[in-house]
């Protein structure tokens, strides 16, 4: 991750003795995500992957997506440069993926099985669905770059429920409809 300054930020709600940098972050993490993994062949075949919290669907038409990539990642620069990447939405069973995956160093993809796409990125085994896209677009933002993939073919790839992410865990998603109604108790 970039290094973060504190100097210049304003949030009057800021505690005193917490930074803005962390307050940003506690109350940001209030929001739920999904994660997938962002996947390309580099330069010599080999495979390349990041763990990202920041995706989500665009515009329809024409059908885009997006993600943000830190400026200090190392693996986007290369996944620019493939001009196209896979997204693999991660199932709720594969915190252990997802947590090898997010680790540094080359390791990312030993013991994880994969095929290559028709472009050669990695789909993962074990995913939800899945997303390829060309790179459209990368716009600075602050310390990310978004990055804009237009669509070239998505499916859903099994009946999992996705991972999430929330307040620093992750977790999977419980629908109302599946908690039983309190009169269905005898609480009513
Ligand atoms: C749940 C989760 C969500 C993440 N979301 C993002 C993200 O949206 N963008 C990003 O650049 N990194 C994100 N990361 C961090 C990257 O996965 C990874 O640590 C980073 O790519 C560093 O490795 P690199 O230098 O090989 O890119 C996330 C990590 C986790 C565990």
């Avoid at 074990?126 to 790179?135: K, L, S």
């Avoid at 998603?173 to 269905?184: I, K, M, Q, V």
């Amino acid at each position: 991750m970039a290094e973060v300054t504190d100097a210049g930020w304003g949030f009057p709600s800021v505690p005193e003795g917490a930074t803005p940098a962390r307050y940003f972050r506690d109350v940001l993490g209030n929001f739920p995500t999904g994660v997938v993994v962002v996947t390309a062949p580099g330069r010599e075949g080999e495979p390349l992957a990041m763990v990202v919290g920041s995706f989500s669907s665009v515009s329809l038409d024409p059908p885009m997506v997006m993600f943000l990539a830190d400026r200090a990642s190392s693996t986007f620069p290369k996944i620019r440069d493939a001009g196209h990447f896979t997204v693999n939405v991660l199932a709720a069973d594969q915190v252990g993926l997802c947590r090898s995956m997010a680790g540094r160093g080359p390791d990312r993809f030993r013991g994880v099985t994969w095929s290559p796409s028709s472009t050669g990125a990695p789909v993962l085994d074990g995913i939800v669905a899945r997303v390829d896209c060309t790179m459209d677009q990368v716009v600075e933002a602050g310390d990310h770059f978004l990055a804009l993939g237009a669509v070239q073919d998505l499916r859903v790839v099994s009946s999992k429920l996705p991972l999430l992410f929330f307040r620093g865990e992750y977790g999977a998603f419980g629908p109302h409809a599946s908690a039983l109604p309190d009169w269905s108790l005898g609480w009513g």
